[in-house]
T-cell receptor, first 116, second 116 residues
Framework: AQKVTQAQTEISVVEKEDVTLDCVYETRDTTYYLFWYKQPPSGELVFLIR??????QNEISGRYSWNFQKSTSSFNFTITASQVVDSAVYFCALGPGGGGADGLTFGKGTHLIIQP | GAVVSQHPSWVICKSGTSVKIECRSLDFQATTMFWYRQFPKQSLMLMATSNEGSKATYEQGVEKDKFLINHASLTLSTLTVTSAHPEDSSFYICSARLSQGNQPQHFGDGTRLSIL
């Protein structure tokens, strides 16, 4: 069975601070994908990143960066110099590799609050 | 590209009413679409996988007679909540995958369903 754990239910930081959202996953698949989505109060899911299980390179996109550690089954997300607009619920998700037609398994989400 | 449109975005109706939610892939063909459900401050849970031209595959615990899914074309899947009751009130969100290759899912903006 697949499982995604986001142990941090809520994080509150002051604007401009760096913040890391943790994600730990469990799967028996050898090929899989990991995702991060942002869900603002309006409810839509905003895609942030998709990472293949074979690609352990860390990725940076502007103020966002992701650290994929296969050895610890973690895919953590860091926001540097946080801004109020970053306030949202962030979901980590696990999906099948190889073009499988299965849905995603989501973590419970981390509610990030950036205070001005 | 890869836009998924979901309609309606918000619906309020009386208990006992059946409600239909549409999920359309606007600029691509989707052999597979997925339906998720999200209770307030909870994670997204996969309800069913909708395959064009065949019966949907439901996750354990999801009543297929309650949540009717039709995927009659490569660009449209519908979810009908039959004889809805207050406990069916939730946020329903669909996603679609491109038919070719190992492509990620693209999510619609969701439907907030409130049953009075």
């Amino acid at each position: 069975a697949q499982k995604v754990t986001q142990a941090q239910t809520e994080i509150s930081v002051v604007e401009k601070e760096d913040v890391t959202l943790d994600c730990v996953y469990e799967t028996r698949d050898t090929t899989y994908y990991l995702f991060w989505y942002k869900q603002p109060p309006s409810g839509e899911l905003v895609f942030l990143i998709r990472r293949n299980s074979f690609d352990e390179q860390n990725e940076i996109s502007g103020r966002y960066s992701w650290n994929f550690q296969k050895s610890t089954s973690s895919f953590n997300f860091t926001i540097t110099a946080s801004q109020v607009v970053d306030s949202a619920v962030y979901f980590c998700a696990l999906g099948p590799g190889g073009g499988g037609a299965d849905g995603l398994t989501f973590g419970k989400g981390t509610h990030l609050i950036i205070q001005p | 590209g890869a836009v998924v449109s979901q309609h309606p975005s918000w619906v309020i109706c009386k208990s006992g009413t059946s409600v239909k939610i549409e999920c359309r892939s606007l600029d691509f063909q989707a052999t597979t679409m997925f339906w998720y459900r999200q209770f307030p401050k909870q994670s997204l849970m996969l309800m069913a996988t909708s395959n064009e031209g065949s019966k949907a595959t439901y996750e354990q615990g999801v009543e297929k007679d309650k949540f009717l899914i039709n995927h009659a074309s490569l660009t449209l899947s519908t979810l009908t909540v039959t004889s809805a009751h207050p406990e069916d009130s939730s946020f329903y969100i669909c996603s679609a995958r491109l038919s070719q290759g190992n492509q990620p899912q693209h999510f619609g903006d969701g439907t907030r369903l409130s049953i009075l």
